[in-house]
Structures are given as C-alpha cells and as structure tokens.
C-alpha cells in the first residue's frame, strides 16, 4: 500500500513539473501583443460593421450592442450613432452589471448577443475582443482600423 502510495506521489509531482513548465508568452510590446491578439480574434471590416450595424447596432436592437472602448474624452469628441461607453479599462468588470447597463437603459449584455467594440484604430477593441471571448462571449467582434476606418468610410454618416 505504501509503494503505490509512494507512486501516485512520485506521478503527482511529475505533473505539476509538466504544468509549471508552461510559461507564459512574452511580447516584445504593445504592438507585437496586438498583432498575436488578432489571431486569436474575429473582426469585422467597415463593410461588414455597415451590415450588421443596419441589422440592429444602429436601433440598438435586442441582441445586438456596440461598444466604443475608448476615453469619455475621445467618445465625446464623435462616435459612432447607438454606441456605449464602456472603457477598455473597465469593461470586463462592467459588462456584468446590472447598474451600468441600467443607466445606458439596455438589458446585460448576454453571451449569445452580437457585440461588436471599437477604438481609434483597432488595437485596444482587438484586447478587449479577446477578454469578452474569454469571459465566454461567442459573438464578440474588433472592428479592424476602429473610430479610424469607420469615419474614413462613412464620412457623412451622422454622428453624435
């Protein structure tokens, strides 16, 4: 009894050697973590974004939410008709609470809804993509080039 004992430690500690020996990826920066990111992430072009923002983004439809990631400063200086504030900061911590999305007049986001985040030009949404993901969202999308590519599209759509 003892030596099975002794070999069911002897495995145990084998794996946790195996499962330490995992490191954790280290970037060179910013922008090489953003470039691995999207790899990992769906976007959606401005042509793509223009669809679905059709379908419901714009009438923030059931189902469909937008959400600008960037500063209150930035979102205040324009953004995109029917879209939330909630900063790549905090979003991961406010996506979930009823009080937040009490104020914006909107039901919690649910993990089938489609959510399409934004930035200025793509980068942080792209990190903010992957925490939502992670947080188990399926429909989650970056919009590639951001605030960017959209205003660059859509120069004379209105704008808040």
């Known amino acids: 009894m003892m030596k099975k004992f ?3 430690i002897l495995l145990m500690m084998a794996m946790l ?5 995992q490191e954790t990826k280290v970037y060179n920066g910013y922008k090489e973590l953003v470039a691995a990111v999207k790899q990992e992430i769906d976007e959606v ?3 793509g974004f223009h669809e679905k923002y059709e379908e419901g983004l714009k009438s ?10 960037r500063t209150k400063d930035e979102y205040q200086a324009g953004h995109i008709p029917g879209a939330y504030l909630v900063q790549r ?8 609470k009823e009080a937040v999305w009490e104020g914006f007049r909107h039901a919690v986001p649910q993990k089938s809804d489609i959510i399409i985040l934004y930035c200025r030009s793509g980068s942080r949404s792209a990190l903010a993509t ?7 969202y399926k429909h989650v999308y970056s919009l590639n080039g951001g605030w960017n590519a959209w205003h660059e599209a859509y120069p004379k759509l209105e704008r808040y």
């Open 6 to 8: 002794g070999v069911v």
């Open 17 to 21: 050697t195996v499962l330490s020996a």
């Open 45 to 47: 072009d401005t042509e």
């Open 60 to 69: 923030r439809k059931p189902g469909y939410i937008l959400i600008d990631v």
């Open 89 to 96: 900061g905090v979003l991961e911590s406010h996506i979930e």
């Open 130 to 136: 992957k925490s939502l993901m992670t947080l188990g």
